[in-house]
């Protein structure tokens, strides 16, 4: 099963937006989206929230940040 597809980035969803589609809740009401099909709103996950924040940061940087900052993230001590 594919994960979900990546292939655009240029609209992140709010960090409170539905785990399923992004969208927030007042805007939300039902929608379609696979793989889960019609859903409610439904609060994202501590990690989804931390993703999108990640992600509307990683944005607004410039490439070259970009660069620095996940450098920085993979980095682990070596001692
Ligand atoms: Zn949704």
């Given at each position: 099963?594919?994960?979900?597809?990546?292939?655009s980035d240029q609209r992140i969803p709010t960090p409170n937006?539905?785990?399923?589609?992004?969208?927030e809740a007042r805007e939300h009401a039902q929608r379609w989206k696979p793989p889960v099909g019609?859903?409610?709103w439904e609060?994202?996950?501590l990690e989804q929230r931390?993703?999108?924040?990640?992600?509307?940061r990683r944005r607004?940087?410039?490439?070259?940040?970009?660069?620095?900052?996940?450098r920085v993230l993979?980095?682990?001590p070596a001692f």
């Open positions: 099963m594919t994960d979900q597809q990546n292939g937006g539905c785990r399923w589609c992004g969208l019609w859903h409610k609060p994202p996950t931390k993703e999108r924040m990640l992600a509307r607004r940087a410039s490439t070259s940040d970009t660069r620095s900052a996940l993979t980095l682990r």
